[in-house]
């Protein structure tokens, strides 16, 4: 497994601009594709982008598509998303997963390590 560690949550208004990090350790990064899903309370955890290993594809939920964007840099052994024009709905806990398989997954399910969350939320 990879150890995970994610950062750069925090209180934003709506409409603003945050980006998260996520820095991997314990294996080689760029065997593993990576993934951003979020969780609010009650609710499942529900996928929001992945990036294969290499860098070269990357997906988007829907509800993301055009304000939210996954990268990676694999030197830093780290994965980004950049989050623009947050909405009170985006208000979540956001993990960072990591994923041997190069089957672009978006079960939580299908991901082998997890970080331990950062909380972002968007006021109104």
């Given at each position: ?34 993934a ?51 909405k ?21 399910s ?15």
């Amino acid at each position: 497994q990879v150890q995970l560690v994610e950062s750069g949550g925090g209180l934003v208004q709506a409409g603003g601009s945050l980006r998260l990090s996520c820095l991997a350790s314990g294996r080689t990064f760029s065997n593993y594709a990576m993934a951003w899903f979020r969780q609010t309370p009650g609710l499942e955890r529900d996928f929001v982008a992945r990036i294969s290993g290499s860098g070269g594809r990357t997906y988007h939920a829907d509800s993301v598509t055009g304000r939210f964007t996954i990268s990676r840099d694999n030197v830093k052994n780290t994965v980004y998303l950049q989050m623009m024009s947050l909405k009170p709905e985006d208000t979540a806990v956001y993990y960072c997963a990591a994923d041997r398989s190069p089957v672009p997954n978006i079960s939580p399910s299908d991901y082998d390590s997890w970080g331990q969350g950062t909380q972002v939320t968007v006021s109104s």
